[in-house]
């Protein structure tokens, strides 16, 4: 048997968070001796489908960020894509089962950073990451070897192009601003290199946005696709498979 206490409007808005505590209450040997859970429910309004759903219960979602958010249980859509004032207002009225979760989460997900310099295994394409900033290339590392690859970490574009150069990836993710050689300039670098020249190279940004953006960045720096940031798994999944097509011709 559960009970729901009378929720508490916690604050109006995007998300319309409702706080509750559920007592459930259970008599599972039916020997009178009830023993008694509270556990934390957050109901908020799913921004996509205005499903309301209890969060503290959703999966995370896959997207390549540092910060995921959390899946809808009605369209499956996760709100990484909510501006930044709703996504905070999410986390300061979280209850702390959630953040725990989302600590728990962040130290299994960041702990081991992939190996920075494994030579291709045989049969598996390579990949070479290029992002200043250690979570995000550490999990679009693990995406991208979930996806098949072997993987290359750079921390800038002046490394990246160092390994480029000496391991020739068959695809290079980068990002766009990065201490030392931007993304832009890295791509153009690599384009002009015969020994380069043929990887694909895709660019990802949190700043850039708008299909104009991209096409001149695109022309502008030789990449052949553009993502913008944070990256759900599933794009990168299909931006694989295009790359995959394209080198199968
Ligand atoms: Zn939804
Ligand atoms: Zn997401």
């Known amino acids: 048997m559960a009970d729901i206490e009378t929720p508490r409007i916690a604050r109006a808005g995007i998300f319309g968070i409702f706080i509750a505590r559920q007592?459930?209450?259970?008599?599972?040997?039916g020997s009178g001796m009830?023993?008694?859970?509270?556990?934390?429910?957050?109901?908020?309004?799913?921004?996509?489908?205005?499903?309301?759903?209890d969060a503290c219960r959703s999966p995370w979602c896959e997207c390549i960020t540092a910060s995921p958010s959390l899946v809808c249980p009605e369209c499956l859509a996760c709100f990484c894509d909510a501006d930044a004032a709703a996504r905070r207002r999410f986390w300061w009225d979280a209850p702390r089962e959630l953040w725990r979760r989302r600590l728990?989460?962040?130290?299994?997900?960041?702990?081991?950073?992939?190996?920075?310099e494994e030579a291709a295994g045989p049969g598996r394409p390579l990949a070479l990451i290029a992002d200043d900033d250690p979570a995000s290339r550490c999990i679009a590392g693990r995406a991208l070897a979930a996806l098949g690859f072997s993987v290359l970490l750079a921390e800038d574009g002046e490394r990246a192009c160092q390994?480029?150069?000496?391991?020739?990836p068959d695809l290079v993710l980068t990002d766009c601003l990065m201490p030392r050689?931007?993304?832009?300039?890295?791509?153009?670098?690599?384009?002009?290199?015969?020994?380069?020249?043929?990887?694909?190279?895709?660019?990802m940004s949190a700043l850039h946005?708008?299909?104009?953006?991209?096409?001149?960045?695109?022309?502008?720096?030789?990449?052949?696709?553009?993502?913008?940031?944070?990256i759900p798994w599933e794009t990168l999944a299909q931006a694989v498979r295009r790359w995959a097509a394209t080198a199968a011709r």
């Open 23 to 29: 007592r459930d209450t259970e008599d599972a040997m």
């Open 34 to 53: 009830v023993e008694e859970r509270v556990q934390e429910v957050y109901l908020v309004r799913c921004i996509h489908c205005e499903t309301e759903y």
């Open 104 to 116: 728990d989460r962040g130290y299994r997900e960041l702990l081991p950073e992939a190996p920075s």
């Open 163 to 168: 390994l480029a150069l000496q391991h020739q």
């Open 181 to 203: 050689l931007d993304g832009k300039a890295l791509c153009r670098r690599l384009r002009g290199d015969r020994r380069t020249s043929g990887a694909r190279l895709v660019m």
């Open 209 to 230: 946005r708008g299909a104009s953006v991209d096409r001149n960045l695109l022309e502008e720096t030789g990449a052949d696709e553009f993502l913008p940031k944070p």
